[in-house]
């Protein structure tokens, strides 16, 4: 970016991290007209309850700061109603901006510089430079073989060695779909009592495992769960994460943010949205169906592919995957350049829509793979 200060030589330095930190971005303008399977985000949109509660809102709900009352306790409500925690009480979760905003604050209520923060490779693309940020060691531990298998034994013997000040997991991963038993969650949180373990489990509803309906987290004080309704309930827009936790890490994660970082409007679409599970249940329904017709679907055709938990698969186009994506874009599909990334370099991650949605992509993803391999 070119700067716009004739003192460019002389603008006061940020920290030493942030000077050698390039910004977390992502391909994100541009995108509504088309069939977006680039983010994972929910294809169909939020519950009608959703879009009427926002069109509800007063006007002096936008004049005067959000409140949040009674919100911890319909998270708790709607995890109680689908069997997900008996026992957890509204302290316990924690409201952020975004999943994404979790993480930060994670980040900057436990990683000092120089601990060290132990995560997995390839995975989600924020957890790294939250690390930097803090100044942070990573160690990055990478998937195993061909099909991405959990490296858990490295990950057992790093917790027992160096004790970690952070383990951040996700699980199912993003973009693996690599998925991991929620009983390991547990032993990791064992071996290493005084290390943070944040799993962060926001494609779990999309065949996954959550640790939720096992974990008591007056025993196991030092693991925290990341959830969001951006995926599930079509939320993404509006921003709007939980970490579910022991209170005390609940409670310190807070302590770095904000008052009102989460909005009004995300409060009124996140009541409406956890009043209205089926909706997200039909839909999730509705993707898991279609995962199991892509399945048979992929299965005919000559490109390797990995699909296993969450809402997208890797397909490895016989072309450059770059070359892919922006003929996929041409033909209206939006959909992830994995090129360059550890293992999966050569693919795409394509997100998981309806089926209607993906005969789209399958049929145009086949008409380019004919056309450039016959060049
Ligand atoms: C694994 C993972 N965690 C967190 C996020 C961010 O979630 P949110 O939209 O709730 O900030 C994403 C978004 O793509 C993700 O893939």
Same mark, same amino acid.
């Given at each position: 970016m070119q700067s716009d200060s004739i003192f460019s030589n002389n603008i006061p330095s940020a920290r030493k991290e942030i000077e050698s930190l390039r910004s977390y971005s992502?391909?994100?303008?541009?995108?509504?007209e088309l069939l977006r399977l680039?983010?994972?985000?929910?294809?169909?949109?939020?519950?009608p309850a959703v879009l009427e509660a926002l069109q509800n809102i007063p006007a002096h709900h936008i004049s005067i700061y959000p409140e949040y009352e009674g919100l911890r306790e319909a998270v708790v409500a709607n995890l109680r109603g689908r069997g997900l925690?008996?026992?957890?009480?509204?302290?316990q979760i924690g409201l952020f901006n975004g999943v994404d905003a979790a993480i930060n604050a994670i980040f900057h209520a436990y990683?000092?510089?120089?601990d060290l923060l132990l995560t997995t490779n390839p /995975?989600? #693309?924020?957890y790294m430079p939250c690390a930097y940020m803090q100044g942070m060691e990573v160690v990055a531990v990478s998937y195993e073989g061909f099909d991405f298998k959990f490296p858990i034994d490295t990950i057992k013997k790093i917790l027992l060695d160096r004790k970690p000040k952070l383990l951040i997991l996700c699980n199912p991963n993003n973009p693996t779909g690599t998925r991991l038993d929620a009983e390991i969650v547990l032993e990791f949180a064992s071996l290493s009592p005084e290390t943070l373990i944040v799993i962060?489990?926001?494609?779990?509803?999309?065949?996954g495992d959550s640790v939720l309906p096992i974990v008591n987290f007056r025993y196991t004080p030092n693991l925290i769960i990341l959830r969001s309704l951006?995926? /599930?309930? #079509?939320?993404a827009g509006l921003r709007i994460g939980f970490a579910i936790g022991s209170s005390d890490v609940v409670n310190r994660i807070h302590?770095?943010?904000?008052?009102?970082?989460?909005?009004s409007f995300a409060v009124t679409a996140a009541f409406a949205a956890l009043a209205d599970q089926s909706y997200t249940d039909n839909y999730v329904r509705e993707i898991l169906n279609s995962r199991h017709w892509l399945e048979s679907r992929l299965e005919t055709l000559p490109n390797r592919y990995h699909l296993e938990g969450g809402n997208f698969f890797l397909i490895w186009p016989r072309s450059n995957s770059c070359d892919m994506v922006k003929s996929l874009k041409l033909k209206g599909i939006l959909v992830r350049d994995m090129s360059g990334?550890?293992?999966?370099?050569g693919s795409i991650r394509v997100s998981i829509g309806t089926i209607e949605q993906m005969q789209k992509f399958l049929d145009a993803f086949s008409s380019i793979e004919k056309s450039s391999c016959s060049i």
């Open positions: 992502a391909p994100l303008e541009g995108r509504r680039d983010f994972n985000e929910n294809t169909l949109g939020p519950s925690a008996s026992s957890l009480n509204p302290d990683g000092d510089r120089e /995975t989600f #693309g924020y962060d489990e926001l494609y779990e509803a999309f065949a951006a995926k /599930t309930a #079509g939320l302590r770095v943010t904000g008052p009102y970082d989460v909005n990334k550890k293992l999966i370099d």
